[in-house]
């Protein structure tokens, strides 16, 4: 698997950070939830899996960048009108 970086709210590259995929897959790079009473609240995890904490900013960030991204390629490719 190969990844490639989409952003960060954290100075010097630190994390919490989130990563694209080649496989069409979001890595997330952050601290590890510890505290006993939040992960009650989880539901249905898997040996292996943990949860990590991100900041909401951090996402809505980088899903804008990358809607607008899209938005462009899919610009970018349209055959232009013709009159």
Known sequence: MRMRFLGSTSEA?????LYETDRGTIV???????????????RDVLDGESAVEVPRELLTEVARRVLQANAFHITESAPAATE
């Open 13 to 17: 590259g630190a994390c919490p950070t």
């Open 28 to 42: 997330v790079q952050g601290l590890t939830v510890i505290d006993p009473e939040a992960l009650a609240d989880l």
